[in-house]
């Protein structure tokens, strides 16, 4: 079993900046997919990030240019880097693992208001 641990969100202003953070309770980050995902209310979970267990990175086109994804192998952390935020990123963002099994995070409030 695997337990993610998301934090970092919060309420900010259109055009700052946050980082968010996902601590796996597991060496999984070299053998697992991880991506982070968000929800905004009324809508489905998208997902906004994506870095293969090899390395190989994917962007939501909404994100692109603005968030960046990477991550700690020593510290089995998990990271999104959001710069331009913009009203519609309004959302709970999760963070998944996945591979030989699959895990969630519980999620983070991100709020891009003025």
């Known amino acids: 079993q695997v337990q993610l641990v998301e934090s970092g969100g919060g309420l900010v202003q259109p055009g700052g900046s946050l980082r968010l953070s996902c601590a796996a309770s597991?060496?999984?980050?070299?053998?697992?997919?991880m991506g982070w995902y968000r929800q905004a209310p009324g809508k489905q979970r998208e997902l906004v990030a994506l870095i293969a267990s090899g390395g190989t990175l994917n962007y939501a086109d909404s994100v692109k240019g603005r968030f960046t994804i990477s991550k700690d192998r020593d510290k089995n952390t998990l990271y999104l880097q959001m710069n331009s935020l913009k009203p519609e990123d309004t959302a709970v963002y999760y963070c998944r693992g996945w591979g030989q099994g699959d895990y969630w995070g519980q999620g983070t409030q991100v709020t891009v208001s003025s």
């Open positions: 597991r060496s999984i980050l070299s053998i697992y997919a």
